[in-house]
């Protein structure tokens, strides 16, 4: 054997043990890695089991839902109507008023509200000089009632419709509104064809009435025909 192949043979089993030293090193932080992998896991999983009963003694129960008995139902309504009309006057304040009494109220009992059209809303001694007979009293009791369901916005459309059609005295209101809403966005092509339906119910003079009412109902082609053909 000549001294390069000697030479070479060295060379070749440096080589081989550098490489099986790398290999040997590689697996050993490959180790280290995984193990430190899995402590670390570990310290997530214990940390996240820690917050998580943390969160669970914080969580505050469930409140239950508490139902008014009719009674309270009666109440609320009478005291919330009561309060619209002590801002009878001051028409800048009422529609904030009627909205923030719709909330108290709630949507659920929405159905009982049109009740106290019918004379359920006796006058306390405190109104007695300020509505004088019993007509301006009951003025005063139904435009802040209606001024109340319409805060519901579109929950308020069949009660409006209701209204309208049973109490004579009151359709135009209700027609009004319903228009109001309509002009708002709410419900408006119901409205149109609601209002459209019904028109021939009522005399001539209530018609044009209700055509103005339907004039705050911009862009609507129902609208601006059924005007065109009236006038």
Not at 54 to 75: A, H, S
Not at 86 to 93: I, R, T, V
Not at 180 to 185: G, H, N, Q, R, T
Request: with cysteine; proline share 2%; net charge negative.
């Amino acid at each position: 054997m000549g001294i390069f192949n000697f030479l070479k043979k060295v060379k070749n089993t440096k080589e081989y043990e550098y490489e099986e030293q790398i290999e040997e090193s590689n697996e050993a932080l490959e180790y280290i890695y995984d193990e430190k992998g899995k402590e670390l896991k570990s310290d997530f999983n214990s940390l996240e089991k820690e917050i998580e009963g943390l969160v669970k003694e914080v969580k505050e129960p469930p409140k239950e839902e508490v139902k008014l008995t009719q009674e309270e139902i009666n109440e609320l309504i009478s005291t919330e109507i009561l309060r619209i009309i002590d801002l009878y006057d001051d028409f800048s304040n009422v529609k904030a008023e009627a909205y923030e009494s719709a909330i108290r109220i709630g949507k659920e009992n929405i159905m009982e509200i049109p009740k106290f059209l019918n004379g359920k809303i006796h006058r306390p001694t405190r109104y007695i000089d300020k509505y004088i007979d019993d007509q301006e009293w009951s003025v005063a009791v139904e435009n802040s009632i209606l001024m109340i369901i319409y805060s519901f916005k579109e929950d308020a459309v069949p009660i409006l419709e209701r209204v309208s059609q049973k109490s004579t005295k009151l359709n135009l209101k209700a027609t009004n509104l319903l228009c109001k809403l309509a002009s708002e966005d709410v419900e408006t092509e119901r409205i149109v064809t609601w209002i459209m339906n019904n028109l021939m119910a009522f005399n001539d003079e209530n018609k044009i009435t209700i055509l103005g009412f339907m004039s705050q109902i911009k862009g609507n082609n129902q609208v601006i025909g059924l005007i065109q053909h009236f006038y």
